[in-house]
Each structure stands twice: as structure tokens, then as C-alpha cells.
């Protein structure tokens, strides 16, 4: 069978459709990869969405948490909100309290304060009472001192102008009397008015003290004229120290100091035994001991030998050690004494400066 041939308006025909149709299946596939593009991408932006849905979840997650602490946080606040305003009312009592008592206290205070004041005048009437009182007592003490010192002075010196007026009696009645008895009647009358003399000077350098007239001077020329001034009997040595030392002192004072520490030494060893006077270069002072034979202090009398007017002696003043305690404390020093054997002790600087007197309790 023979192919017909194709006519040319239908061959042309063909070739548009085969055109058009290869540009649609041209088309269609440029669609078809277009597609599978736009499907990928649409997976991609899913696969994102889910992501992002995801991470939103847990977002909405932790913003519920997180609202759920807000939320116990402000019942706890409220709670606490709550207490404080409890507190805050007990606080406002306790103030009211505080003020009342506050004002109470006030109250009180200015009491208090009002007798206190009354007390402070009492105080001030009595004392002010006390000190007339002292003044009086320490008037009656005064006088007391002073009519038991004017007692003992007037029996001490009545046996010693006894002698003297028996003495003059007897030379007045005996003109012609022999020179040696004239002698023993003179040295009889010397002794009692040396015994006067020293009494009264007692009383005197008690009653009255006056200030240290300083100079450099030799401990050894000072006991060398206490030695010579006092009567030293036959059987009594004293011992010196082997050096010397100079010190700033009133000499005059201290020398009435060794004669009486002397004197006292030969009465209490009954005019026969030894003296021993020691002294110790101390640096910046000195130390003097005067020890002697004796039979001692007893242990009940050595506390009360520096008082005034204390004496165990049958005559005397009894202001000698008193004296003697007093012109060493007035030279910045110390006296001290212990026993057995009897030794007294004393302690002065070589360079002394006075800031004061040293009075007796007994003087206005």
C-alpha cells in the first residue's frame, strides 16, 4: 500500500503541534524541576517551621516555669507582705510602749535628778559639818599634844633645876668651899642646864621647822662633831667608817640626827659597849648604820619608835626619833631601824632637791 503524501497545510500543522508540543513537555519539565525546588524548599521552611515550633514550645515551657515562680514568688511576697504589716503594727505598739515608758523614764530622771540635788546640798551641810568637826578635833588633838608635851617638858625640867637651885643653895651657904668641890658644883650645874638646853631644843625643832640650808659637806666631819657635841662615857667605843663620802646636805641637821641616833646607842647599852657605824656608797645615795650593843628593841615597841611623844625612858621628851625622821625625810632620805642587835638605818641622795617642807602633824 502507498504512503499518501501529506498535504502541506496539514504538514505545517503537524510541525506547530510538534512544536508546541515539545515546548510544553520543554515547559512542563522546567515546571516539573520548578516544582521539586519549591517542594524542597517548602521541606526546608517545614523543617524550620518545626525547629522554630519546637524551639517555641520549649520557650512556652520555660515561660510557664517561669510564670509559676512568678506566681509562688508573689504568694510568697504577699505572705511576707502580710508579716510585715504584722510586724510593722507590733512595731507601732512597742513605739507607743517605748514612748510611754520614755516619758516615765523622764519622770523619774527629773526625780532623780531633784534628789540628787537635794543630796548633793545635804552632802555639802555635812560636810561642811565634818570639816568643822575635824577642825575641832584637830584643835582638842593640838592641845592635847600640847598639854601632855607642856606635862612632860615641866617634869623633865623640874629634876634638872632641882640640881641647879640645890646647887647655888649649896655654894651660897659654903662661900668658902674648896676649888675642886667648887668644880663638881659647877660641872653638877653645866650637866642640868645642857639637860635643859637639849629638851627644849627638842620641843622647839618639833614645833618648828624651818628650811634646809644646803652646802657640799663630809659625812666623816659631820659624825666627827656629833661625836665631839655628845658625852661619851669611859666604856663606850665608837666605830667610824674607813672612807668618806660628800654629800649635799644641811650639816647642821644631820649632825643633831647622828648625836641623837649616838646618844640613844649609849643610854640603851647603859653607858658601856661598842658603836659601830657602817656606811655604803649606793651610786646616787648613801647608807648609814648605826649598830650598838644593846639588849635591843622588843618586837611590840619597834613599830611606834618614831611617834611623836613615845618614849620608854623615865625623862625626856620623847620627840628625839620624831625629829630625826623628820629632818630625814626632809633631805629626800628614810630611817628605818631593826633589832636584835638594835641597828637604825639610814638612807639620804647625795644630790638633793627639796620641793618642800616636811611639817609636824602636830603644828598649824
Do not use: W
Request: charged share 30%; proline share 4%.
Amino acid at each position: 500500500m502507498t504512503q499518501q503524501p501529506i498535504e502541506p497545510e496539514k504538514k505545517s500543522l503537524v510541525e506547530d503541534l510538534s512544536t508546541l508540543t515539545g515546548r510544553a513537555f520543554k515547559e512542563l519539565d522546567s515546571t516539573k524541576t520548578e516544582l521539586q525546588e519549591k517542594e524542597k524548599l517548602l521541606n526546608h521552611l517545614a523543617a524550620e517551621s518545626m525547629e522554630k515550633i519546637k524551639e517555641l514550645s520549649n520557650i512556652n515551657h520555660d515561660l510557664q516555669d517561669k510564670v509559676g515562680f512568678l506566681l509562688d514568688l508573689s504568694a510568697s511576697l504577699n505572705k511576707k507582705n502580710d508579716e510585715l504589716v504584722k510586724s510593722n503594727r507590733d512595731l507601732e505598739q512597742q513605739k507607743f510602749q517605748y514612748n510611754k515608758m520614755t516619758v516615765e523614764l523622764k519622770e523619774k530622771l527629773d526625780r532623780v535628778l531633784a534628789k540628787e540635788k537635794e543630796l548633793s546640798m545635804q552632802r555639802d551641810f555635812l560636810a561642811r559639818q565634818v570639816d568643822e568637826k575635824t577642825q575641832d578635833l584637830i584643835k582638842a588633838a593640838k592641845f592635847t599634844v600640847i598639854g601632855e608635851l607642856a606635862a612632860r617638858l615641866a617634869h623633865d625640867l623640874r629634876n634638872p633645876l632641882s640640881i641647879v637651885k640645890n646647887t647655888m643653895d649649896i655654894m651660897r651657904v659654903k662661900p668658902n668651899m674648896r676649888v675642886d668641890e667648887r668644880l663638881q658644883h659647877f660641872t653638877r650645874f653645866d650637866r642640868a642646864v645642857q639637860r635643859m638646853t637639849h629638851q627644849i631644843d627638842d620641843v622647839l625643832n618639833f614645833v618648828k621647822r624651818s628650811d634646809l640650808t644646803l652646802q657640799i659637806a663630809s659625812i666623816l666631819t659631820i659624825l666627827d662633831s656629833a661625836i665631839v657635841g655628845v658625852m661619851i662615857p669611859p666604856e663606850v667605843k665608837i666605830s667610824k667608817p674607813a672612807f668618806d663620802i660628800q654629800v649635799n646636805c644641811d650639816s647642821r641637821k644631820l649632825e643633831a640626827v647622828f648625836s641623837n641616833l649616838i646618844i640613844n646607842a649609849i643610854q640603851a647599852m647603859e653607858d658601856k659597849g661598842t658603836i659601830k657605824i657602817g656606811m655604803v656608797d649606793l651610786g646616787s645615795n648613801i647608807q648609814l648604820e648605826f649598830e650598838d650593843t644593846g639588849l635591843g628593841i622588843p618586837a611590840d615597841i619597834l613599830p611606834k619608835i618614831f611617834d611623836p611623844l613615845f618614849t620608854t625612858k623615865q625623862t625626856g621628851t620623847g620627840l628625839g626619833l620624831s625629829i630625826c625622821k623628820s629632818i630625814i625625810e626632809q633631805h629626800g632620805g628614810t630611817i628605818s631601824v631593826r633589832s636584835t642587835p638594835t641597828v637604825f638605818t639610814v638612807r639620804l641622795p647625795k644630790n638633793i632637791a627639796p620641793k618642800y617642807e616636811v611639817r609636824s602633824p602636830y603644828t598649824a
